[in-house]
């Protein structure tokens, strides 16, 4: 995995008898088979995508009809969510010669249909690719001295930020792929006004052009502004490792999931900065999250590593209303695809070599 992300894998249960003891033949009973993914509750699998090779990132586009797929050699595979057929794999000289993970796809918002789909993706090797999806060719690139871990636009898609392995947040114009500015932490010892580690997890707030917040290795959530070069504020202790920050528009509530056992979700007020709720984990166990969202006005989504699960959560109660269980890695990415048009939310959960696609069940309005 390159570094990039840590999930436990299956294991086979060593054996207790010493090397010495000899066992006739006959008496080693078969291991059992990790059992099959299933889903518990208001959460129904319509189908599993395999894509033959261990999958990092996944995005619905606008319309809600394609899948976009990052895997770990670097192809981008798109796939139909009707049939869940392969239409599109994009790759080019550079990503098959590098062979580096994608680390983060984001479609452009606002686009007319006559325009087709753009999305940008980001590379472990520090590439930042703009590809157009009905030519299949990539439109624009850039190349940054570091591993690019993640990307994602402004409301309006006017422009779009990356982040990795650096302290330095980068904000570019969308239109003339510019580099506008640089968002960091300033020279000063006494105040942790930027990141000192990795970081893995960008969001604008809903309705602002200027103002994100971020997330990493170094327990903080930075607030900041994209015509201010310091953060402007902080949350101390989240530790973030994936997608894994969103704020509520209508209640400037942020959700926050850490890559740990204890007060891995936790709901923060983004004005005040304080702490509202910590989420319960579920009763089967706790999981280390990667990825979390809010689900309309009454639901969240989480997902990540361990017990290796993806969970909808009731707001009011903080109770798991629905559940696919075990996967056979760690979800390293998830999406919902939000279309207006959409009677039903549809899920895409990675894990492994694959993609599992999924509707709630229950009565989950976005």
């Known amino acids: ?18 090397s010495h003891v000899s066992v006739p033949e006959d008496t080693w009973e078969p291991q059992e088979p990790p059992p099959e993914p299933s889903t518990e509750g208001d959460l129904q699998l319509e189908r599993v995508i395999e894509c033959d090779e261990e999958v990092m990132t996944c995005r619905f586009n606008p319309s809600g009809t394609l899948l976009a797929v990052g895997l770990l050699s670097g192809v981008i595979k798109v796939y139909s969510v009707t049939d869940g057929s392969c239409v599109h794999c994009l790759k080019d000289d550079q990503t098959v ?96 006004d930027g990141h000192y580690s990795r970081i893995f997890g960008l969001a604008f707030h809903p309705q602002s052009e200027d103002d994100f917040i971020s997330g990493g290795w170094d327990n903080t959530v930075q607030f900041w502004n994209i015509r201010h070069p310091h953060s402007l504020r902080k949350i101390s202790g989240p530790h973030v490792c994936g997608d894994a920050l969103d704020i509520d528009a209508q209640t400037n509530e942020i959700l926050i999931g850490s890559w740990r056992k204890e007060e891995n979700l936790q709901i923060w007020d983004a004005y005040s900065c304080q702490k509202l709720q910590t989420v319960p984990n579920d009763y089967r166990g706790a999981s280390k999250v990667y990825n979390c969202r809010w689900l309309g006005p009454s639901h969240l989504i989480v997902a990540g590593s361990d017990m ?37 939310p549809l899920i895409a959960v990675t894990s492994s070599q694959s993609v599992f696609l999924l509707h709630p069940t229950g009565n989950i309005v976005l």
């Open 308 to 344: 290796n699960m993806c969970r909808i959560v009731d707001r009011s109660v903080y109770l798991t209303r629905g559940c696919l269980l075990d996967l056979p890695g760690g979800v390293y990415s998830m999406d919902v695809s939000t279309h207006k048009n959409s009677t039903s």
């Open 97 to 192: 010669i590098e062979h580096l993970p994608v680390t983060s796809i984001r479609f452009l918002p606002n686009r007319s249909d006559s325009q087709g789909d753009l999305f940008v993706a980001t590379y472990a090797g520090g590439r930042v690719k703009f590809w157009h999806l009905s030519t299949q060719s990539c439109v624009h690139a850039l190349h940054e001295d570091r591993q690019t871990l993640v990307t994602t636009f402004s409301p309006s898609g006017k422009h779009f930020l990356t982040a990795g392995s650096s302290q330095d947040i980068l904000v570019y114009d969308t239109e003339t792929m510019a580099r506008v500015s640089v968002c960091q932490p300033s020279a000063s010892l006494t105040v942790m």
């Open 1 to 18: 995995m390159s570094g990039l992300l840590v999930t436990p894998r299956w294991k086979e249960i060593p054996s207790r008898l010493s």
